[in-house]
């Protein structure tokens, strides 16, 4: 089974806080994405990457970055973080190739005060 | 306009019964489609491919219209474990390749 394993479930951060969320797949897939989802508005996609030290930037990256150091792992980093980034963050992988299937971690239920 | 449409619903209705879900996207360009399917305070899990020719799995079937450029997803005898919130997904060429959500339809399926 793959198994996407996103580091934390619940965050609590303060206004202006540097965040940080880890999301480590191990099924060697070369495709990882961040979305966000908030009610109403579906899952939108903040940066992906399709190598190692690759990023792309989604339809919403403003106030966030990504890093990409190891093909395993794909690192969502918020600099500043703002109230308006209260959500829910989900990371997902995929391997390459037409069909794409994505597969996501459980969720991270960001709250910024 | 979005890429992706979906009813929001909610949709209730008993156990047992037929309901179908339809999705529309707008982009000429989508090549592939799916349905995922998202429990409550879970991830998108996928639940099936929707190909040209319609697909069926168990009690589930998936129907691909191109030239009205919308998806749908029959669910017969429904189940109370059917209760999630259904994303109609869309994937499409643009050079490189780009996944749209739609924004998910709820489903509650009562006794």
């Known amino acids: 089974d793959v198994k996407v394993t996103q580091s934390s479930r619940y965050l609590v951060k303060r206004t202006g806080e540097k965040v940080f969320l880890e999301c480590v797949q191990d099924?060697?897939?070369?495709?990882m994405f961040w979305y966000r989802q908030d009610p109403g508005l579906g899952l939108r996609l903040i940066y992906f990457s399709y190598d190692v030290k690759m990023k792309e930037k989604g339809d919403i990256p403003e106030g966030y970055s990504v890093s990409r150091e190891k093909k395993e792992r794909f690192s969502l980093i918020l600099e500043s973080a703002s109230t308006n980034q209260t959500s829910m963050y989900l990371c997902?992988?995929?391997?390459?190739?037409?069909?794409?299937?994505?597969?996501f971690g459980a969720g991270t239920r960001l709250s910024v005060l | 306009r979005k890429e992706v449409e979906q009813d929001p619903g909610p949709f209730n209705v008993p156990e047992g019964a037929t309901v179908a879900f339809n999705c529309t996207y707008s982009?000429?360009?989508?090549?592939?489609f799916f349905w995922y399917r998202q429990d409550c305070r879970k991830e998108p899990k996928l639940l099936m491919s929707v190909y040209s020719s319609g697909n069926e799995d168990g009690r589930f079937t998936a129907q691909l219209n191109r030239a009205s450029q919308y998806i749908s997803l029959l669910i017969r005898d429904s189940k109370l474990s059917d209760s999630a919130t259904y994303l109609c997904?869309?994937?499409?060429?643009?050079?490189?390749?780009?996944?749209?959500f739609g924004a998910g339809t709820r489903l509650f399926v009562k006794a």
């Open positions: 997902a992988s995929s391997p390459s190739g037409a069909k794409n299937i994505q597969y």
């Open positions: 997904v869309v994937r499409i060429n643009t050079g490189g390749f780009k996944t749209i």
């Open positions: 099924m060697d897939h070369e495709n």
């Open positions: 982009n000429s360009a989508s090549q592939s």
